[in-house]
């Protein structure tokens, strides 16, 4: 049954982001009800966070019966299930000799570059994306009205000649770290960020908190033969429970016994459950298989509406979190918005992020909506289509890269024109 939303109470709380669209109530699979009833169908994996699809019963019941047994919460962070978790991933992901556990991405990325300084000794922290919603992870996002800015670090928006200057002009490297955003620069340009990185005496961290389960089983830095000295993880660890973890060489880890990382709810049990039941479902990249094939499924069926349409858009490139760019963005946004209507609940810039769950029968319907709304968001035309100008501004707006690195990578990426 859809749960009822109260019109009125006595005292009803403002919502400081109330949220636009409809009120979503339950979800099992790709499938999402509001609280009208109305069934949508999800193509991010709830942003990643559930790549086995949301509800998946193995981890839901690992987590209820966890729950009963240990009673959810200990006195301290510490159980036998965290020690497996942490064995299971310095097992799966090549970069991890040693594991810390957090809740959050941002709080992995965050404990990463603490570790960086106090094991380097240096202040300085270069960064490329999006690493959270943490102070010194958003300064490159102008208008945020951030309060404070870390001083010591700096964004280098994917820009491995403004990477190179801004090391040698700051000195003091701790560390750089990366978001890899695949459909953009290709595994080439991680590998030169690491060369430039190590050269100026910095640790590498890769962020994967995206791509980590998502990528490929073992993550991006397995697949493309990146060395990071530290990762961090999140998305996918424990399909849709909260849980991330920072990981990497012994020695940089150590410098967790040197600073203070502790916070109360790394105390809890049931997210390592999950995470078990997760990994146990996910083992040797089967749900990554899914998950790719779903979204070559999706990707072919898009361009191929966008070249019978004459319609300058394009998907890119990486199956199982693949983009979508239009020469014209208002275009992109109308197509999105009468998605939306249709049931399929995503933005303009929003990745997608099929889960395993998604189904043949999900897919032919995005595809159907997808070839209504071409039309009317296309209608009157539009720029034809250079990918790399649409790809520049695209890069811009979502994760601040510079227009002279993506007109050097972009095409090596995936050529969408
Ligand atoms: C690459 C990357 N790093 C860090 C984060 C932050 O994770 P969280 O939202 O769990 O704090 C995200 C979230 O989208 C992410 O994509």
Known sequence: MPRTVPTSTARQA?????????????ASGARVWDTQGRCHVDLSSCS????????????????????HRSGGILPEATSPLRREVADRLVEIFPAAQAVEFF??????????????????????????????????????????????????????GYDL??????????????????????????????REAERITRAHGGLFVLDEVMTGFRYAWGGYHAATGVTPDLITLSKGLANGVA????????????????????????????????????????AGGTAVEAMRAAGARLMTGLDELFARASVAAWSRAWPTMFDVVFADPGQGRRFFALLRESGYPMEYG????????????????????????????????????????????????????????VERWWRAAGSPA
């Open 14 to 26: 403002t919502l400081a982001r109330p949220g636009t669209g409809p009120v979503f109530d339950r």
């Open 48 to 67: 990643g966070a559930a790549p086995l699809g949301a509800g998946y019963r193995p981890v839901v019941d690992a987590q209820v019966a966890e729950l």
């Open 103 to 156: 809740r959050t991405g941002s709080c992995a990325t965050t404990a990463a570059v603490r570790l960086a300084r106090v094991h380097t000794g240096a202040r300085t922290v270069l960064t490329a994306g999006y690493h959270g919603w943490h102070d010194w992870q958003v300064q490159y996002r102008p208008g945020m009205g951030l309060a404070d800015r870390d001083p010591d670090t700096a964004d280098f």
């Open 161 to 190: 000649t403004l990477l190179d200057r801004l090391a040698r002009r700051r000195g003091d490297l701790a560390a750089v770290i990366v978001t890899p955003e695949v459909n953009a620069f290709p595994p080439e340009f991680v």
């Open 243 to 282: 849980l991330s973890a920072v990981a990497g060489r012994a020695a940089v880890m150590e410098a967790a016994r040197l600073t203070h990382l502790s916070n109360t709810y790394q105390r809890e049990v049931t997210p390592f459950a999950a995470a078990l039941a997760t990994l146990d479902a996910s």
């Open 350 to 405: 929003q990745r997608f992020m099929p889960s395993a769950a998604l189904t043949e029968e999900d897919c032919a319907g995005f595809l159907e909506a997808a070839a209504r709304a071409l039309p009317a968001a296309a209608a009157g035309g539009g720029p034809r289509g250079d990918g790399t100008q649409a790809g520049v501004r695209y890069a811009a707006d979502h994760f601040a890269a510079t227009r002279e690195t």
